[in-house]
Every structure is written in C-alpha cells, then in structure tokens.
C-alpha cells in the first residue's frame, strides 16, 4: 500500500521575510511526519505529530505564534479526523494549552462528544492531561505587536487582514493542517489554528467544523483548509472537496473546484 502526507502552513502571500521560516517549518513537519508514517505509524497519530510540529512553530497561526483576540487572549481553534469510522474530535476557543490538536484528539478518543468549546475544552484537557500552558507563552512579539497597533487605532489591520491586495506584511498568518495516508490505507486529517486578527472572544472559525475545516473518509480522500473562516464554514470546504473526489475528480480538480465555490461567498481560502 503506497503511503502519502501532505502539510500546509496556509495559502497566502507570504512576506518576503516570513517565507523561509515558513518553508523551514513545513519542511521540518512533513519530514517529521514522514519519518513516523515510513516506520508504519498510522495516518491519524501522524497527522497529530505533523500539526503538533507546527504549533511549535512560531511561524503559523497555531499554538505558540497564535493571533490575539480582542480581549489580548490567544484563543485556539483545532480538529483532527480518521478516515476509516468517520471518528473526530474538535476544541473550539480553547485557551491555556499548547497543542490544542492533541486536546482535539483526546475529546474523540476519551469523550462521547465531538466538539468542545471555551472553558468546558480547557476544563477537558487539564482533566485529560493535556500539556497547559499561559497565554504570554502562546504569544510572540510579532502578534503583541500588532495587537498593540490595532488597539492604538490602525483598524485596516483587520479589516484588510483577507485582502488580497493588501499588503502582504500586512496580511494573516497560517492556519497549519496535515492529511496522511498509512500504509494499512486509513486516511487522516488534521488542522489547528489560532484564528483571526482581533477576532471577538468566544469566536470559532471553521477550524474545528468538521467538513469545514476537516475531512477525512478512507472511501474517497481527506482535506485540511485554510483561510478565511466565515467564508469556509458557509461552503463546508472539506467536506465539499472530498465529495468531489467522491465523485472521481482528481484530487487537484477537486481542491480548484471546491474552491471556486468559496467565490459566492466571497470567500478566501486554500
Ligand atoms: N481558517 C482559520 C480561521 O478563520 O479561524
């Protein structure tokens, strides 16, 4: 059986300056993640560790590197998926811990539910021995910084935030995402972010909605999106993807043409 992984740190322009550490740190995912999956891991432990490897990372919009709400919190959103029984599991705003994937994680494997949001998500994780954390760890200096700007009053840092003509220093950071294929053919999906510029409290994007911001089903293929988050959910992006594959587009079809219907959303997105 062949095996295959795919990570991704966003779909934007990137700024000039970010564009290595970016590719520095996709690299170090996917070669971290390739390691486990050729060893035989299975694709939903693999996806795990790829996106943990992200969060990690500085670079992306996830975990430590996170977007600041508008309440100066880092609140997190993430999901993961296993393609075989359709099995997920999602935290929506979590805040206090550092690898909200694997709480998403715990919550299908060791709770009845799929989704858990706020202070319930963070109560699970600390009861589930997740690795906690505080905000000011989360928190680098770029995004203290801009959180700084936008409260003194430079609103176009929001407002421009999807725009694609915006500047580009100026524009978001990357959701982060993996999907594997092991070789016992089980597909898995993951995604993790930490949303929005200045987003409101309590906010949740399409991150942790599955079919939005994750899907996965050994039948057909699995899908991990990033992007602007009230345009993906409207057209369950994934899920929309992998019924394209579904009905035998290849994949790079399928992904172009779920895409296309962000458009009557005016959504934006990868
Ligand atoms: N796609 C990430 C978000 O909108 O939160």
């Known amino acids: 059986m062949p095996i295959a992984l795919a990570v991704h740190g966003g779909a934007w322009n990137i700024p000039d300056e970010a564009v290595q550490p970016s590719q520095d740190g996709v690299r170090r995912a996917r070669e971290g993640g390739w390691r486990r999956l050729a060893e035989g891991g299975s694709a939903l432990d693999v996806v795990e560790h790829a996106v943990r490897l992200l969060e990690d990372d500085p670079a ?160 057909f293929g699995a899908a991990s999106a990033t992007g602007w988050g009230e345009g993906i959910l409207r057209v369950l992006l994934t899920k929309s993807a992998v019924d394209r594959l579904a009905a035998g587009a290849e994949p790079e079809l399928a992904a172009r043409s779920a895409l296309e219907g962000l458009d009557r959303v005016r959504g934006k997105g990868g």
Do not use: W
């Open 60 to 219: 992306f919009d996830a975990g430590r590197g996170s977007r600041l709400n508008d309440q100066g919190m880092v609140e997190m959103d993430a999901s993961i998926m296993a393609g075989a029984g359709l099995e997920a599991g999602a935290v929506g705003a979590i805040r206090d811990v550092r690898h909200p994937v694997s709480v998403a994680r715990q919550v299908m494997e060791r709770s009845p539910h799929v989704m858990l949001v706020g202070d319930g998500a963070r109560d699970f994780a600390l009861a589930a021995g997740a690795e906690t954390c505080r905000t000011l760890d989360l928190l680098v200096g770029r995004e203290r910084e801009r959180y700084l700007r936008v409260r003194s009053g430079e609103r176009e840092l929001v407002e421009r935030e999807f725009d694609p003509e915006g500047l580009p220093e100026e524009g978001p950071l990357g959701t982060v995402g993996a999907v594997a294929l092991d070789r016992a053919g089980h597909l898995a999906a993951a995604t993790s972010t930490g949303g929005t510029q200045n987003k409101a409290a309590g906010r949740v994007g399409d991150t942790p909605i599955i079919g939005a911001g994750t899907y996965a089903d050994d039948r």
